[in-house]
Structure formats: C-alpha cells, structure tokens
C-alpha cells in the first residue's frame, strides 16, 4: 500500500501534530470547528524524511499525490493555480512539529508569473497591488528557493528608486514595479544561470523541495541545538490559499494573543495594519495599531474576532497566539497556537484558567515550567531594555546586578560599605574573599564552573554570578580587564545576568521580583501532589530564614566549612592548621567550638521541628589558607620594609601551604581522609553539633539532626568515624546531663560508594547524594574546569546534551544513584535517601530523583520553589 504524504485541510486534526506538524494540525482542527481559514493542504513530516531518504528527490508517489490534493484545491475553490486570467495563488511554509518561528522558509504569493500577474491585476482591478505581489513573490523565491542572496533584490528596489527620485515603497507605482521585476528576472537568470520558473507547477514542487531543505539550513539546526529538539524529525509543508490584507482599505492583517503573554492578563492583546501584508506587521516599517482600535475601524469583524480568541482559547484550553488577515472585509484565521509567555504569564494563566473550569489543578502544575520560576524569584533585566552584552560566562547564580568594577575583596568591602554598588570581579574565588562576596551586588569570575566556590557561595546568598567567563582578562595590576578591544576598568559600572551569564557594560534596567497570589496557589497545588520532600542547602541562620519562607522542609545539607570563613574564624582555622601537635591543634579548636555551637544553635532554632543535616568538614586544609603566590608576594613587600616578625609568621605560613599541597586536592586530604587523619577536627564539630541540639531541647525546642560524613567510599571509614561520633555524643550527654536523638549518615559522592553502598548502609541512617562530587569522580571531569575549558565545546558538538554539572546525568551518574538506593534498601529498607548537590534544583533532575524513589531533594533556598513546582511535576507524569 503506498503511503499517505498529503492531507487536506479537510483531513486533519489537532491530535495529528507529529504527522502534520504543529501548523497543520491546527489548520485542520479550525476547519473542523467551522472557523474561516484559507483552504489548503498539508504534506506531512514523513514526506520530509522520505525526501531525505531519497537523496533529495521528491518520488513519483509523492509527486502524484500533490498535485492530485492541488486538483481538489483547485475544484473547491473553482480557480485554477496560475490562471491567466483569475489566478489562484497559494503559500508554501514550513510548519515543524515543535514549533521553530523564523527558523525555517515561507513563500507567499505562489502561482504568479508574466502572465498571471495581468489577470490578478485586472481580476482585483488593482494593477499596482498585483506588481508588489509578484515582486515579493520573485523576490522570495529567488533567496529561498534559488538562493540569490536578498541585499541582490534590495539594491534594484533601491535603483530604481534612486532613478525616480522617491524614497519609500508606498511611492512605487505599477509600472516602478514592472521594472523591478524585470530587473530581478534578469538577475536571478545572470546569478544562478536559470530562468526564473513560470510554471506554476514548478514554482509549487520547487518551493515544496526548498521548505524540506530548510529543515537542515544552519539557523534551523542551531534553533534546534539550542532548544534540544531531534534532529529526525522533520518539517511538513502547508500549501495554503493566499488571502491579501493588501487589497485596500477593507483589508488588514494582524497578530493577536488571546491573553497578554507577558503579564497574564485575560484580554486580548494584539497589533494590526490595515492594507499590509503579514511581513509588514513583523517588519516594523509601518507602526501597528493596537488591536482594540480594530473596534472602531471595523466593528462586525473586531468582535468576530474576539469571538473566535474565546472560541480557540476554550477549544485549546489554553492561551492562543493567532494571526489573522482581513481580505475585502472578511476575516481569515491563518494560524493559531499555544502562545509563548513569560513565567509570569505563564502563572497567572494557570491559575486563571483552573478558575475558570478549562483546566485542572494538575494540568495547571505541569502548564508552568519549572525551570522558568528562576526569573521570577530574582531581579532581572528588564526584557524590553535594550543590551548589548560584550562577554558570555556561565551562569553561575541566577538574577542580574550593575555596580562599579572592583578586584579587591577588601576594597569591595570599604567601598560597599560606603554605600556604594560593587560587582567583585575575580579570576576565580577563593574562601578568603567572602567578605567581598557577601558586600558585593554580584560576582563576576573569568575562571570555574557552575560549582566552583564563587558560584556555590553566590547561589547561597541569592546573589548573582557569572563565573568562567574566559573572555574577559582581568589585570590586577593594572585595575582592569579587558574584552578585545574593550577595556573596563576599576570604578567602571557593569552589569551581570546570572541568569544567561552576560556581562554588560553600565547599568541597565532592572525589574523587583514579585510572588503573586498565583504563584503561591500554583506552589500549594503542587505541594499537594508531590511525594518527594523539598529541604534546603543552607548554612546560616539567615540562609535557612529564607529556606523556609521559599517553603523549604529542612536542611539537607549544611555545609560547616562556610561558617570557618567567616573573618573572625579564619584565623583561629588557621592557627588550628598551623599546628604542629594535636594538642595545639585541640587548643584552636577549643576555641571554636562555642562559636560552632552558637551557629548551629541559630540554625536549630529556626529550623524547629525540621530536620537539619550538618556535614562535617570537608575541603582541603589549604582552601583556608593564602594561596602560596600571594604569600610570596607579601614576603617579599615584608623583607623590602623590613617587618622581621610578620616576614617570620608568613614564611611559616608558605611552607604550611607547600606542605600542604596537592596535585589533585579534590582528589586528595579532604572529607571524611581528614576526620580520619585529624579525628579531633570532627570531635569538636560532633560536640557543638550535640551541645547545640541539647540546649536547645532543654528549652523545649525540637531539634532533628543528621550528622554527615562526607566523601566515604569504603564502609570501614564510615564505621571509624561513626564510632568516633558515637563516643563523642556520649561524652556531651554525660556532661549536658541529657540526651538527644540524633542521626549519623554520608553523603554518597563516589562511585565505589555506590559500588558498595549495602556494605556502607550497614553503617549509615541516611545517604544522600553528593552529585557535585559524584559527576566529577563519575566522569573524571574536574567540576572547577570542564565547565569553562571543555563542557561548551562537547554541548555545541553535541557529545553531551548539557553539562552533566547542571542537568543529571541520567545514563552515568544515574545509573550509579540508582545502584546504590537499590543496595543500600536491600539492607535498610527504610534508609532516608536524599541528594544535595546542585542538581537538587533542577527540574529534570529531581524528576529522576523522584523516579529512583528518593526521599528529598535539597537545593539552595532561591530554588526551593523550582523543586517543589519539578517534583509535583515529576509525581504528576511518573505516578510511583
Ligand atoms: C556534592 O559534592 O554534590 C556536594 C553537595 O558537596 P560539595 O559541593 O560541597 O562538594
Ligand atoms: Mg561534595
């Protein structure tokens, strides 16, 4: 049996999407509900594919089947395609079944030639109309079509004109247009050696060829990468009856929303031009007029119109985007489909259609992309300023800030506590710049990925981040950096987007964040629907306050090596490290332990009743310490002053740092290696910890902790360190005179830990995935470089889809996630598991984490909605 390559208008539906494309499917459900659309048909997307099977070539059985569907065109519309004396004239476009606007070609006007353009001009008694229309039609068959590159056509319209003297098109006549298709004729012929086609049938088969081929043109296939839509695929074609918004002054064309796409609102909203063409409305040339003003223009096809918006909206239950022509006084729907909008849109209109009875709650959740929330719980830039962005990093930590330029985290802080706005600018950021950090609007970092310390600390405290934007270098001597030929320097104002990862130079426009209503009724929908639990990363008091209003049900991970950066800790961290016996060691940390007990005592607090897991230490030593270059640099400005006690202090320093120093330090003396190593670092930790909960049970504060180990990958360090934690806990229970419940788990950021994990659950009361770690061991891609050097390059070759830092890695890291909660229940089979790592907010990845049956996800407080809304999403599609 041969196959079907061609629908009728007549033919179709709504639910024929993926054979006819998005447009077609429409175009036939509108006839199908009786709306006045231009007739046509549709060759479908398996036509595409076989055209390419085919090396190209549209076969004999497709080829009949065209022009026998151009036959019943012709006979339903009683004109013939081309016709001397009463043309038909038709339109090729593509029509994807994702939709990709502007990416692939359209032809209008098809069927006209030297003759047919002499009955269209007598038939509309309309000579000029008629020449425009063959010229467009000339014009854009010979760039699609015959690939005559367009400024050809510009340059003749512009000499002819410059010969009449006149300016604008409007001032063109007939017989100016007559000239200019004479001219394209002969250019098209002198460029491409080929007459331009004056067969109607050729001009419809070629175009068809030349929509399939633009599947696979370079904007088309970048759109595609972009928006990860299949490459396999492919486009239908529509070949549609042309109606003319151009015939005069009862004829007009428009674009219209049936609800405002950027703010939500249910009213119409639109633009139209009266006597234009549809590229007119999008060219800008002519200022369109708003659609309410049809009302007073043409009142009987204004409310037609409205009609048909509440018409489409119910029959699509969701908000359309329809283009629309007047011909002679009679409206034509060319086009409707479900309308691109803003997360605000996109909020309001859900909530509003649930109001409405179209939709249900749970259609409502899965309407809003949870991705896109990000912009709403962030400043941004406003989207209809204008910016032009002189660089592009990661973007490290969504929401955007403008401030002056400053490179030094100390002078960030003088300055910003003057009052003044800063964005730090750093090659990348070490734990010793936090002051500058925490005082700075945003940071800017030419080095590291979207977990490397800038970017991790920034998401934290809900500040923007741009990290591993490698165009831009940075000269500290000099207080500047450089982009090409731009030089910004110190004291100069820029902005940053963390949400695309642009940097700009000045300030730019910004909108306030602002949670409607209907953003927190989507939330409680989705809180009622979801299973997986939505904790927080969080590691102060202020940080775990935010949590918690963003809804966030606990701590998953509190990460204590943040609270020894803070200044006044520092140097007790580094006296501690400094050390050379326990005993000293002991002494430094004595001092630190009330100050950790005070912290998790405030985290505690605030967290009443919730659990909070606090990780023990776990970067390498030297991350508290200076880095050895400035070390040397400040010896050297000592020995030059002559600072014989200070010289003395540093130069022990540079050899702790040396001695200290790792090849691969992520790799090397750091989690759980170092409890082992210094078990008394994690005994004092373990004290303030159960110290804290103790106090604050005894004033009747409920208190759940978790206490994590982290980067185990073999049971035995665990159960050292467990018992080590077990010990300790007895010991403050003797001394508080009470006891408290509390947890003892790891975090599972190794694949031997998955390997393993029955053997390491034996040990542990909770896993909880630190994916951070767990993709730079899975992949070997160190997580502070690939993202910058080498994650860009393998999206654009399309090695991986996303960086497997930012988007799960499904296949890898999955499979290894998945392991380890099956090991780990076949020998507890109620082990909380959860996962910590930056994936904890990314919607694809918590719909996995949902999927293996994880317990919770934690992410940083900014993105605890994003969770909720993702996992609703995720219970919604893949019901356990
Ligand atoms: C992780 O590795 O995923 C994690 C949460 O820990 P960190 O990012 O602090 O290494
Ligand atoms: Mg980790």
Redesign the pocket.
């Known amino acids: 049996m041969t196959k079907k390559y061609v629908y009728s208008f007549h033919e179709g539906n709504a639910g024929m999407r993926s054979l006819l494309g998005g447009k077609g499917a429409n175009l036939a459900e509108m006839v199908k509900i009786g709306l006045p659309v231009p007739m046509g048909f549709t060759v479908t997307t398996e036509a595409c594919l076989n055209y390419y099977d085919e090396d190209e070539k549209i076969s004999e059985d497709m080829l009949s089947q065209i022009f026998q569907a151009l036959d019943n065109l012709e006979r339903e519309m009683g004109k013939k395609l081309g016709n001397n004396e009463d043309p038909l004239l038709v339109s090729v476009r593509s029509g994807a079944v994702i939709s990709m606007p502007g990416m692939m070609d359209t032809i209008l006007n098809l069927g006209l030639n030297d003759e047919s353009v002499k009955g269209l001009a007598a038939k509309t008694e309309n000579e000029r109309f008629a020449y425009d229309s063959y010229r467009r039609f000339i014009q854009m068959f010979g760039n699609v079509v015959m690939e005559v590159e367009h400024d050809v056509f510009e340059s003749i319209i512009d000499s002819v004109k410059q010969k009449k003297k006149i300016t604008q098109d409007t001032e063109m006549d007939a017989e100016d247009w007559q000239e200019v298709i004479n001219l394209y004729e002969d250019k098209i012929k002198e460029v491409t050696g080929r007459e331009f086609p004056q067969d109607p049938k050729e001009q419809l088969l070629m175009s068809i060829e030349a929509v399939f081929k633009s599947w696979n043109n370079q904007r088309a296939k970048v759109y595609r990468r972009i928006n990860k839509i299949p490459d396999d695929l492919g486009t239908a074609v529509n070949v549609q009856i042309m109606v003319f918004g151009n015939k005069g002054d009862d004829s007009g064309t428009g674009v219209a929303f049936t609800r405002n796409p950027s703010t939500g609102e249910n009213k119409v909203y639109g633009e139209f031009l009266m006597n234009a063409q549809g590229e007119d409305v999008v060219a800008g040339i002519r200022t369109p007029q708003s659609i309410e003003q049809l009302k007073d223009v043409m009142p009987d096809i204004y409310k037609q119109f409205i009609d048909i918006c509440a018409l489409l909206e119910k029959h699509y239950r969701d908000m359309q985007d329809i283009e629309f022509t007047i011909e002679n006084g009679k409206l034509f729907i060319l086009q409707t489909r479900s309308g691109k909008r803003t997360a605000q849109a996109a909020v309001k209109i859900a909530v509003e259609l649930v109001n409405e009875g179209l939709i249900n709650k749970e259609e409502a959740i899965l309407r809003v992309p949870a991705g896109q929330l990000e912009t709403l719980l962030h400043r941004r830039i406003d989207p209809n300023a204008k910016v032009e962005a002189i660089a592009k990093g990661l973007p490290a930590s969504p929401g955007a800030a403008s401030g002056h330029v400053v490179f030094d985290p100390d002078e960030a802080e003088t300055i910003g506590n003057e009052g003044q706005k800063v964005v730090l600018v750093r090659t990348e950021t070490t734990p010793d710049d936090i002051h500058g950090i925490v005082i700075a609007q945003g940071v800017l970092t030419s080095r590291g990925g979207m977990?490397s310390h800038a970017a991790?600390v920034a998401r934290g405290m809900g500040k923007p981040c741009v990290s591993g934007c490698e165009a831009i270098k940075i000269d500290y001597e000099k207080g500047e950096f450089q982009v090409g030929e731009i030089v910004v320097k110190k004291g100069d104002i820029i902005s940053i987007d963390g949400s695309t990862g642009e940097v700009i130079v000045g300030e730019v426009p910004m909108i306030d964040p602002e949670l409607s209503d209907e953003f927190n009724q989507v939330l409680k929908w989705a809180d009622e629907v979801r299973t997986l639990k939505v904790r927080a990363?969080a590691d102060t008091p202020h940080d775990a306050q935010v949590a918690l209003e963003f809804g966030a049900e606990g701590i998953g991970?509190c990460?204590t090596?943040h609270m020894f950066m803070a200044p006044d800790r520092l140097p007790i961290v580094q006296q501690m490290i400094m050390s050379e016996t326990k005993e000293e060691r002991e002494k430094a940390l004595s001092k630190l332990l009330p100050i950790q007990q005070e912290d998790f005592e405030g985290i505690f607090k605030v967290m009443e009743g919730l659990p909070v897991t606090v990780?023990l230490l776990?970067?390498p030593l030297h991350e508290f310490l200076p880095n050895a270059e400035d070390l040397i640099v400040e010896i050297s400005e000592l020995k030059a002053k002559g600072c014989s006690k200070e010289l003395e202090a540093k130069q022990e320093m540079l050899k702790k740092v040396r001695a200290l120093s790792e090849m691969n330090p992520m790799l090397g003396l750091r989690g759980c290696r170092l409890g082992l190593l210094y078990p008394e670092i994690y005994i004092m930790q373990v004290k303030a910890i159960l110290k804290a909960a103790c106090n604050l049970t005894k004033r009747g504060i409920k208190v759940i902790t978790e206490i994590e180990i982290?980067?185990v990958g073999h049971e035995l360090e665990l159960k050292t360190l467990r018992e080590i934690v077990e010990e300790t806990a007895d010991k403050v229970f003797a001394e508080e005179g009470t006891k408290v419940h509390y947890f003892i788990g790891t975090?599972i950021?190794l694949p031997r830990a998955c390997l393993t994990a029955e053997e390491i659950a034996n040990s542990a009361d909770f896993f909880?995935?630190?994916?951070?770690?767990?993709?730079?061991t899975t992949f070997g891609f160190s997580?502070d470089d690939a993202e910058g050097k080498i994650l860009p390059h393998y999206v654009e070759q399309r090695i991986l889809s996303d960086s497997p830092f930012i988007v799960l890695d499904r296949k890898g890291v999955g499979s290894l996630m998945k392991m380890a909660v099956e090991k780990g229940r076949d020998v507890k089979s109620d082990l909380l598991i959860g996962i910590?790592?930056?994936?904890g907010g990314e919607p694809s990845s918590v719909e996995f984490c949902h999927m293996i049956g994880l317990d919770f996800v934690s992410c940083s407080p900014f993105r605890v909605p994003i969770a909720r809304l993702a996992a609703a999403q995720a219970a919604i599609n893949f019901a356990r």
Do not use: A, I, Y
């Open positions: 977990t991790v990363n991970l990460r090596e990780r776990d970067p982290p980067l975090m950021e909880s995935f630190g994916t951070n770690d767990l993709t730079q997580r910590c790592g930056e994936h």
